[in-house]
């Protein structure tokens, strides 16, 4: 029933949004990218030879296509001559990922109405829909399934408090979630939630694929090998995808502690911009620092500071951490936890971190810190300098967290092998 409504109000409601967008440069942008989609898109699939199998993967932005990424490779691996096509929500999603060599086809999904969904789904035709995370859109999950589309839901979770669980909302999302054929979640503590509040019993514990993807990039350190000898002896903090309100404990903090580590600093930005301001920061707080940009021959980690003003360090930069403060959690929302946590240092983060729930679980078992001021950064930081034992102790816990994890991808891929397999029997 509330499908129902839901397929019959969309069009008014994306009719109003359009009208809106002329005083919206986000909403106008959706609007503008998506004119002329569906003809784009079905020239494209007419020129691709007919799959053996084609697999859909949605993905609402970047954060859930790095889900996919492994699956994708996992599925090309084992079957190459698997079609690939992705849609995204977000246009950072589409335009990060739009020439991804592994996809047929990467597009913006169209406005999820009824008459789109027919249109989107006889063009592509696919033989599974694979959704990560969440993103649901019911026409074209209704639409893919009445077209005999095997429908997955992959890294799913469903967080304590969450939107999903209040009365109405409830109901609704029981008939989104009980159109999925396979739903494989995150935790145990998210299977036990579909099962028991959304009757969904074919659910299964998977964990992320994200998490498999980070452990094999931990296994390839050789972006930092010229940079390990420099800090062998030394205790080492780093301070990952730093914003300027991070950077307003972090300095203090680090400065007043007694015994100071060494400190390696990764701002988020490393525009010009961002990292003059940062420059100045460290010059009002008399702190001596070096750019990785102009050499580290002359460089000395007892006593300066090293800034990281180049891309593509920071996930093997943690491999040479004993601690890791990963920032953004005084702003929107905390940064990857699970790139330092995966070699076993203790993660450190701001309040701001309830949309990441690797975050929270990395809390939860004792991995992880969350500090709300300069007070209690101080003071963690002289604790797990001062107490190897607890540093390695909490380290070994992030650590044991991320490998506790990891084998979604196997799950999800054999999944859809067997729905290929399947089909073929037909």
């Given at each position: 029933?509330?499908?129902?409504?839901?397929?019959?109000?969309?069009?008014?409601?994306?009719?109003?949004?359009?009208?809106?967008?002329?005083?919206?440069?986000?909403?106008?942008?959706?609007?503008?990218?998506?004119?002329?989609?569906?003809?784009?898109?079905?020239?494209?699939?007419?020129?691709?030879?007919?799959?053996?199998?084609?697999?859909?993967?949605?993905?609402?932005?970047?954060?859930?296509?790095?889900?996919?990424?492994?699956?994708?490779?996992?599925?090309?691996?084992?079957?190459?001559?698997?079609?690939?096509?992705?849609?995204?929500?977000?246009?950072?999603?589409?335009?990060?990922?739009?020439?991804?060599?592994?996809?047929?086809?990467?597009?913006?999904?169209?406005?999820?109405?009824?008459?789109?969904?027919?249109?989107?789904i006889a063009t592509i035709?696919?033989?599974?829909?694979?959704?990560?995370?969440?993103?649901?859109?019911?026409?074209?999950?209704?639409?893919?399934?009445k077209n005999g589309a095997?429908?997955?839901?992959?890294?799913?979770?469903?967080?304590?408090?969450?939107?999903?669980?209040?009365?109405?909302?409830?109901?609704?999302?029981?008939?989104?979630?009980?159109?999925?054929?396979?739903?494989?979640?995150?935790?145990?503590?998210?299977?036990?939630?579909?099962?028991?509040?959304?009757?969904?019993?074919?659910?299964?514990?998977?964990?992320?694929?994200?998490?498999?993807?980070?452990?094999?990039?931990?296994?390839?350190?050789?972006?930092?090998?010229?940079?390990?000898?420099?800090?062998?002896?030394?205790?080492?903090?780093?301070?990952?995808?730093?914003?300027?309100?991070?950077?307003?404990?972090?300095?203090?903090?680090?400065?007043?502690?007694?015994?100071?580590?060494?400190?390696?600093?990764?701002?988020?930005?490393?525009?010009?911009?961002?990292?003059?301001?940062?420059?100045?920061?460290?010059?009002?707080?008399?702190?001596?620092?070096?750019?990785?940009?102009?050499?580290?021959?002359?460089?000395?980690?007892?006593?300066?500071?090293?800034?990281?003003?180049?891309?593509?360090?920071?996930?093997?930069?943690?491999?040479?951490?004993?601690?890791?403060?990963?920032?953004?959690?005084?702003?929107?929302?905390?940064?990857?936890?699970?790139?330092?946590?995966?070699?076993?240092?203790?993660?450190?983060?701001?309040?701001?971190?309830?949309?990441?729930?690797?975050?929270?679980?990395?809390?939860?078992?004792?991995?992880?810190?969350?500090?709300?001021?300069?007070?209690?950064l101080r003071e963690i930081?002289?604790?797990?300098?001062?107490?190897?034992?607890?540093?390695?102790?909490?380290?070994?816990?992030?650590?044991?967290?991320?490998?506790?994890?990891?084998?979604?991808?196997?799950?999800?891929?054999?999944?859809?092998?067997?729905?290929?397999?399947?089909?073929?029997?037909?």
């Open positions: 029933m509330l499908l129902t409504i839901y397929s019959t109000l969309t069009p008014l409601l994306y009719r109003a949004a359009s009208l809106v967008s002329i005083f919206q440069p986000k909403l106008r942008t959706f609007f503008t990218v998506r004119q002329g989609l569906l003809d784009a898109l079905e020239k494209k699939m007419k020129e691709l030879p007919k799959p053996v199998f084609r697999v859909w993967i949605h993905a609402a932005s970047v954060g859930e296509f790095e889900q996919a990424r492994p699956v994708i490779a996992a599925i090309k691996k084992a079957q190459p001559d698997i079609d690939i096509v992705v849609s995204f929500l977000s246009t950072s999603g589409y335009l990060a990922r739009k020439n991804y060599p592994e996809a047929s086809a990467v597009f913006y999904l169209p406005i999820d109405t009824r008459s789109n969904a027919r249109r989107l035709k696919p033989d599974a829909l694979l959704v990560m995370r969440y993103d649901f859109w019911p026409n074209y999950l209704k639409t893919a399934k095997t429908l997955i839901l992959a890294a799913a979770v469903l967080q304590k408090n969450s939107l999903y669980f209040k009365p109405l909302v409830k109901t609704f999302y029981h008939s989104v979630f009980a159109l999925f054929d396979k739903i494989f979640t995150v935790s145990t503590r998210d299977t036990t939630a579909f099962k028991e509040v959304f009757r969904c019993e074919s659910t299964e514990t998977a964990g992320d694929p994200r998490f498999d993807q980070v452990l094999l990039r931990s296994l390839n350190t050789q972006r930092v090998a010229h940079l390990s000898p420099l800090f062998a002896n030394h205790t080492v903090l780093i301070a990952g995808s730093v914003w300027q309100q991070d950077e307003q404990l972090l300095l203090p903090a680090w400065q007043e502690l007694k015994h100071r580590p060494s400190l390696i600093i990764v701002p988020h930005e490393v525009n010009t911009d961002n990292m003059e301001r940062l420059s100045r920061n460290l010059t009002q707080y008399n702190i001596s620092f070096s750019k990785v940009s102009e050499g580290i021959e002359h460089f000395d980690p007892g006593n300066q500071v090293l800034i990281i003003d180049e891309t593509g360090y920071l996930a093997e930069l943690y491999s040479i951490a004993s601690i890791a403060y990963v920032g953004g959690g005084f702003g929107v929302n905390v940064h990857n936890t699970i790139e330092p946590a995966v070699y076993g240092v203790p993660v450190l983060f701001g309040p701001r971190h309830h949309n990441s729930p690797e975050a929270e679980d990395l809390v939860e078992c004792g991995g992880a810190a969350v500090v709300h001021n300069v007070e209690e930081f002289a604790m797990l300098t001062s107490n190897t034992n607890k540093r390695m102790q909490m380290g070994e816990l992030a650590g044991a967290f991320v490998k506790s994890r990891t084998g979604a991808t196997k799950k999800i891929t054999d999944y859809i092998l067997e729905q290929k397999h399947s089909q073929n029997n037909r």
